[in-house]
């Protein structure tokens, strides 16, 4: 199973601070290191936080596969193709939304996403869809020329009971099966967490899980005490 680390929110606690650092793209170098398999990040259209410059030293610097996660805005569909990521994962963007709240509808966009995929190729880009584990949506996804799914987990994150839990999990293991039989390269993501990833960690047929806030958010904690130590040291 292949992890692909999300770096927004190193770019959030820059911007809390309107500052200069941190900057995503050291954090990208040590998940690197530390065994990332690819590094993700959204090029919001509100830039709230990657900015336009992160994502040109971003792929500079990422020697896995960098993975833009973007709208398809006109505008940021030429940004990627003139950076070029490895990979771009076409997901939904509402503005007043704190992050991407479900997959793309690519039944109802099906005319634009389809193009949308095309130019991306054509800029010599794989294309990754992030879809609900919907049947409907898996037959689109394939329709527009996608080689790649993203199975959006937030609704099994979310479940309340182990009742629930138990029923996302199913829908995202028959999707996960059904779009793998189609062909379709499969990934999943969103609000996994280290209590709840491994059970979609053994859906044989997701390649690799993309996961940022329960990083950042540990990596926050576990660092403190070095942190600490090296100011003590300084003082
Ligand atoms: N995959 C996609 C398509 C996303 O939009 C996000 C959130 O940016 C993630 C994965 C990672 O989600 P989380 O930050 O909850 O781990």
Do not use: W
């Amino acid at each position: 199973m292949l992890l692909g680390i999300n770096v927004d929110h190193i770019a959030t606690i820059r911007q809390i601070r309107k500052a200069q650092v941190p900057e995503p793209a050291f954090a990208a170098v040590i998940a690197e290191a530390a065994g990332a398999d690819s590094i993700v990040a959204h090029l919001r259209e509100d830039r709230r936080h990657i900015n336009d410059r992160d994502v040109s030293i971003l792929r500079e610097v990422v020697k896995t596969r960098f993975n833009l996660e973007m709208s398809i805005a006109k505008d940021i569909v030429d940004i990627a193709c003139s950076v070029k990521p490895d990979q771009a994962t076409l997901v939904p963007e509402k503005r007043r939304e704190v992050t991407t709240e479900g997959g793309l509808d690519v039944a109802a966009g099906f005319r634009r996403i389809k193009n949308t995929v095309k130019i991306l190729e054509g800029a010599g880009i794989e294309v990754s869809l992030f879809i609900d584990p919907e049947k409907k949506q898996i037959d689109f996804a394939r329709k527009t020329g996608a080689g790649i799914i993203e199975l959006h987990t937030g609704r099994f994150a979310d479940a309340k009971n182990q009742k629930q839990s138990d029923r996302c999990l199913a829908g995202l293991s028959a999707a996960a099966r059904y779009a793998g039989e189609m062909g379709l390269k499969v990934s999943a993501g969103h609000g996994l967490n280290y209590y709840n990833v491994s059970r979609v960690a053994g859906i044989r047929e997701i390649e690799e899980l993309n996961i940022g806030y329960s990083i950042i958010c540990r990596a926050a904690l576990v660092g403190i005490a070095a942190a600490v130590k090296e100011m003590k040291a300084l003082i």
